[in-house]
């Protein structure tokens, strides 16, 4: 089983130690039975209360032994495996991500590791019952080797019998699984379109009995067909169980003598084997469960590395920056359902010019563009719908690898070698941004009182408080939530500056404000300012304008208003 497998690289020093221990504690079992039954059979040795004390404390001793060191394990298995993995997406480049969909990603992250702890919580008990049976076995071997084999034969039986309901469990479970992603993906459409779901009673009942209902009620199938499959395994564990006693009891008598004391240490045996062998069936499913979760998180886990960046920030990171964009051309897939793990490379040659026929059925083409951004210049980025400006952002960034023409940074060449040192040179206020609660990243000795300054400056100071680099919160309107992005912007004060529509959902006010202030001052302090907008009226205070249209640059020019202080570049 892989499950074991795991285990066993992460550490099977550990694992040799807890079944060691695990058997001895079910090897000390079976001696407690041998113990019970010379009792019951008025054959108790010499101090046998003494040697029942003594093997009931080593039979706890070495179980809790074994526990610990599995517990501890397991849960550091569990442990490590969530931070590899949300490392993994981390290091993930976007692209992947966005193809990977998040909720797949939050399906594994969180329902996978769930299923996946739980399974291996069972893991200790497993190893004390399995080695409680095992003792017990080797104790009916040592009383009688008919008795013995008559017992490995029903039980033979009975796991050939229990095996065939277990393969049907493991592939109703697996597909189970990955209704699981289709399942989260609605959850998502729950939480993120709530608002959506609650002002139209139709579209809520046609998503819940269309989508979401679908969903869950295959889930639902599944799951209790594969759960059913255990319950009649279990039943036929218990059958095997008592066909067993009741065949030396009733049957094997007519063919064989055998002693009284022999008979009752059988039965007493097989009562005691009961329970263990009852509990390590009703503990298969979380076992199996645990399996296919931890197979998804590793085909997951591969995915993500498969394609991890370099995370290394070798360089300075240079105050001055000349960006140059080269024939640099991106290509959105069309949108199909894809195989999340092994996703296409796109292969687009840029000496072969694409039509519109061609990317209709390819997905958006970007490019090729060629640009240029010089530090103390603010270049604005409009455009239609769809034009293409939030993907050309998402490229200059680094956060999309150009599939074709190449990026240049004061003129090196940027790869994926450089793009992490690369990004550093970015702030950036996308238009899906988030909002950290505190202040991340920054260690400024007086973080708090820069802070406090930027709020004053971006009036939000009556809203929001900071403590120690904590903000006190971020329920705020768009419109502030997007000042206090700005706010972050400012801490970093990194040479390049990209808005996306940051002024389309502020006030007058602040619109102009940011237009003519904030921007002018990034541009004095030399910073390069690129700014995506729909804002017309403002065009005029740009540096350059750069027009995209159907993912192509249809102008680049300086403003009549600079026309004066500026050349054409
Ligand atoms: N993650 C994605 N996967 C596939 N296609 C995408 C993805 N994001 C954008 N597109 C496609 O790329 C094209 C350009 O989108 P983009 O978001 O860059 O446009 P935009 O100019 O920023 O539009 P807007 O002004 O509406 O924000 C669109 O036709 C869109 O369908």
Same mark, same amino acid.
């Given at each position: 089983?892989?499950? =074991?497998?795991?285990?066993?690289?992460?550490?099977?020093?550990?694992?040799?130690?807890?079944?060691?221990?695990?058997?001895? +504690? #079910? #090897?000390?079992?079976?001696?407690?039975?041998? !113990?019970?039954?010379?009792? /019951?059979?008025?054959?108790?040795?010499?101090?046998?209360?003494?040697?029942? =004390?003594?093997?009931?404390?080593?039979?706890?001793?070495?179980? /809790? /032994?074994?526990?610990?060191?599995?517990?501890? $394990?397991?849960?550091?298995?569990?442990?490590? *495996?969530?931070?590899?993995?949300?490392?993994?997406?981390?290091?993930?480049?976007?692209?992947?991500?966005?193809? $990977?969909?998040?909720?797949?990603?939050?399906?594994?992250?969180?329902?996978? =590791?769930?299923?996946? +702890?739980?399974?291996?919580?069972?893991?200790?008990?497993?190893?004390?019952?399995?080695?409680? %049976?095992?003792?017990?076995?080797?104790?009916?071997?040592?009383?009688?080797?008919?008795?013995? %084999?008559?017992?490995?034969?029903?039980?033979?039986?009975?796991?050939?019998?229990?095996?065939?309901?277990?393969?049907?469990?493991?592939?109703?479970?697996?597909?189970?699984?990955?209704?699981?992603?289709? $399942?989260?993906?609605?959850?998502?459409?729950?939480?993120?379109?709530?608002?959506?779901?609650?002002?139209?009673?139709?579209?809520?009942?046609?998503?819940?009995?269309?989508? *979401?209902?679908?969903?869950?009620?295959? *889930?639902?199938?599944?799951?209790?067909?594969?759960?059913?499959?255990?319950? %009649?395994?279990?039943?036929?564990?218990?059958?095997?169980?008592?066909?067993?006693?009741?065949?030396?009891?009733?049957?094997?008598?007519?063919?064989?003598?055998?002693?009284?004391?022999?008979?009752?240490?059988?039965?007493?045996?097989?009562?005691?084997?009961? !329970?263990?062998?009852?509990?390590?069936?009703?503990?298969?499913?979380?076992?199996?469960?645990?399996?296919?979760?931890?197979?998804?998180?590793?085909?997951?886990?591969?995915?993500?590395?498969?394609?991890?960046?370099?995370?290394?920030?070798?360089?300075?990171?240079?105050?001055?920056?000349?960006?140059?964009?080269?024939?640099?051309?991106?290509?959105?897939?069309?949108?199909?359902?894809?195989?999340?793990?092994?996703?296409?490379?796109?292969?687009?040659?840029?000496?072969?010019?694409?039509?519109?026929?061609?990317?209709?059925?390819?997905?958006? *083409?970007?490019?090729?563009?060629?640009?240029?951004?010089?530090?103390?210049?603010?270049?604005?980025?409009?455009?239609?719908?769809?034009? #293409?400006?939030?993907?050309?952002?998402?490229?200059?960034?680094?956060?999309? @690898?150009?599939?074709?023409?190449?990026?240049?940074?004061?003129?090196?060449?940027?790869?994926?070698?450089?793009?992490?040192?690369?990004?550093?040179?970015?702030?950036?206020?996308?238009?899906?941004?988030?909002?950290?609660?505190?202040?991340?990243?920054?260690?400024?000795?007086?973080?708090?009182?820069? %802070?406090? #300054?930027? !709020?004053?400056?971006?009036?939000?100071?009556?809203?929001?408080?900071?403590?120690?680099?904590?903000?006190? @919160?971020?329920?705020?309107?768009?419109?502030?939530?997007?000042?206090?992005?700005? $706010?972050?912007?400012?801490?970093?004060?990194?040479?390049?500056?990209?808005?996306?529509?940051?002024?389309?959902?502020?006030?007058?006010?602040?619109?102009?404000?940011?237009?003519?202030?904030?921007?002018?001052?990034?541009?004095?302090?030399?910073? @390069?300012?690129?700014?995506?907008?729909?804002?017309?009226?403002?065009?005029?205070?740009?540096?350059?304008?750069?027009?995209?249209?159907?993912?192509?640059?249809?102008?680049?020019?300086?403003?009549?208003?600079?026309?004066? +202080?500026?050349?054409?570049?």
């Amino acid at each position: 089983m892989r499950f =074991i497998r795991f285990f066993l690289e992460i550490s099977w020093q550990t694992i040799l130690i807890a079944t060691i221990t695990g058997f001895l +504690s #079910g #090897g000390g079992n079976a001696v407690l039975i041998s !113990l019970i039954n010379r009792a /019951v059979n008025q054959a108790a040795l010499p101090n046998a209360l003494y040697y029942f =004390i003594g093997l009931t404390i080593f039979t706890l001793l070495t179980s /809790v /032994v074994s526990q610990f060191m599995l517990i501890n $394990l397991s849960q550091n298995a569990i442990y490590q *495996l969530r931070l590899r993995l949300s490392k993994n997406i981390l290091s993930s480049p976007l692209h992947h991500l966005e193809k $990977l969909g998040n909720n797949r990603l939050l399906a594994t992250l969180t329902d996978d =590791i769930r299923v996946l +702890s739980h399974a291996v919580s069972t893991i200790p008990n497993i190893c004390i019952d399995l080695a409680t %049976v095992v003792g017990c076995l080797a104790y009916l071997s040592w009383l009688s080797n008919s008795l013995f %084999v008559l017992a490995i034969f029903f039980t033979s039986i009975a796991i050939a019998c229990i095996q065939t309901r277990l393969n049907k469990a493991r592939h109703l479970f697996a597909t189970a699984r990955e209704e699981d992603d289709n $399942l989260f993906k609605h959850f998502q459409a729950i939480t993120t379109g709530i608002k959506e779901l609650k002002l139209h009673k139709s579209r809520r009942e046609d998503f819940l009995s269309k989508k *979401l209902q679908g969903s869950a009620a295959k *889930l639902h199938q599944k799951n209790s067909k594969a759960m059913k499959s255990f319950a %009649v395994a279990n039943g036929i564990g218990q059958f095997s169980q008592f066909t067993s006693l009741g065949f030396v009891l009733f049957v094997l008598p007519w063919f064989m003598y055998i002693p009284m004391p022999m008979l009752s240490t059988y039965v007493l045996t097989s009562t005691f084997i009961a !329970l263990p062998m009852q509990n390590l069936l009703t503990r298969l499913p979380d076992l199996m469960c645990g399996n296919i979760a931890l197979q998804k998180i590793e085909r997951m886990k591969l995915s993500l590395t498969n394609q991890a960046e370099f995370d290394n920030v070798d360089s300075e990171i240079s105050n001055s920056c000349q960006l140059e964009l080269d024939e640099v051309t991106y290509l959105y897939q069309p949108n199909k359902e894809e195989n999340e793990f092994h996703l296409p490379q796109p292969h687009f040659n840029r000496n072969q010019p694409m039509h519109s026929l061609d990317i209709a059925e390819k997905g958006f *083409l970007l490019g090729p563009i060629s640009l240029s951004f010089q530090s103390g210049e603010i270049t604005y980025i409009v455009g239609g719908n769809g034009s #293409g400006k939030s993907t050309l952002a998402k490229l200059i960034a680094g956060l999309y @690898t150009p599939h074709g023409g190449s990026i240049y940074l004061n003129q090196a060449p940027i790869t994926d070698r450089n793009r992490e040192w690369y990004r550093q040179h970015f702030s950036a206020i996308f238009s899906d941004f988030y909002l950290f609660d505190r202040c991340l990243g920054f260690n400024h000795a007086n973080l708090d009182r820069e %802070v406090e #300054g930027y !709020l004053k400056q971006l009036q939000l100071d009556r809203k929001v408080q900071v403590k120690n680099g904590i903000l006190s @919160t971020t329920r705020l309107s768009q419109g502030q939530r997007k000042r206090l992005a700005l $706010l972050t912007a400012y801490l970093e004060d990194r040479p390049i500056y990209l808005f996306d529509e940051w002024a389309s959902d502020q006030d007058p006010y602040f619109r102009e404000l940011f237009y003519k202030e904030i921007l002018s001052k990034l541009k004095e302090r030399g910073k @390069t300012v690129l700014v995506i907008t729909h804002d017309d009226r403002y065009f005029h205070l740009a540096d350059r304008i750069v027009k995209l249209d159907y993912g192509k640059v249809e102008a680049n020019y300086t403003p009549i208003a600079n026309l004066r +202080s500026k050349p054409l570049v």
